[in-house]
């Protein structure tokens, strides 16, 4: 068994244009004779490796805390993909509940809508959104208002194309409309 940690270190990792960076402060520091450390945070849910919820881009969609665990688990398929991802290029992964794609890739309006009817659950990629460098809005739409799960900000470089275990747990953020998420990969266990 291998376990591959797909997940961008949060303070180094890539943010989407106009985003808060995340960051960081000491609040307890041993190193100042405090008796423990502790850190708190300041970030965008949207950074880094996370998860998309509905309420993204639905106004009255489903927010994280209320997601199914059940599609952020389980068996999956990583698969090369260059430019836009259209519904032709999703055709033969029918039936594939967990798609990540890898590469310098993004969906295509008709690769967002195609999902649900081909039974593609969760579809995760390494670019910070899944329109890529177009307009977020319709793609987003079209994948989310269908219940869609979207894993942004993978990190796939080191990964072979296969099948694979998938665990991408989002924090638990009442409300929220993401979270970011430690997503692994475990080769050699579950079936597609």
């Excluded at 890898?102 to 579809?123: H, P, Q, T, Y």
């Excluded at 329109?131 to 990190?155: F, K, Y």
Aim: charged share 20%.
């Amino acid at each position: 068994m291998r376990i591959y940690d797909i997940t961008q270190e949060l303070f180094s990792c890539h943010v989407y244009p106009g985003d808060l960076a995340p960051s960081f402060r000491r609040v307890s520091d041993m190193n100042e004779g405090k008796v423990c450390n502790i850190t708190e945070l300041e970030m965008n849910a949207h950074n880094g490796t996370h998860v998309d919820a509905p309420r993204h881009f639905v106004k009255d969609g489903i927010p994280i805390e209320a997601l199914d665990l059940e599609t952020l688990t389980g068996p999956c398929t990583v698969t090369c993909f260059d430019g836009g991802i259209t519904r032709e290029k999703l055709l033969p992964y029918r039936g594939t509940a967990r798609l990540l794609a890898k590469g310098n890739c993004w969906l295509e309006l008709d690769g967002a809508e195609a999902l649900s009817e081909l039974g593609i659950r969760l579809f995760g990629l390494e670019n910070q959104s899944i329109a890529g460098d177009n307009p977020p809005t319709p793609v987003h739409v079209a994948a989310l208002s269908r219940g869609i799960i979207a894993v942004e900000g993978l990190v796939l470089s080191e990964v072979p194309e296969g099948d694979y275990f998938l665990f991408a747990a989002p924090l638990k953020l009442a409300g929220s409309d993401g979270s970011p998420c430690r997503a692994l990969l475990i080769e050699g266990i579950g079936e597609v």
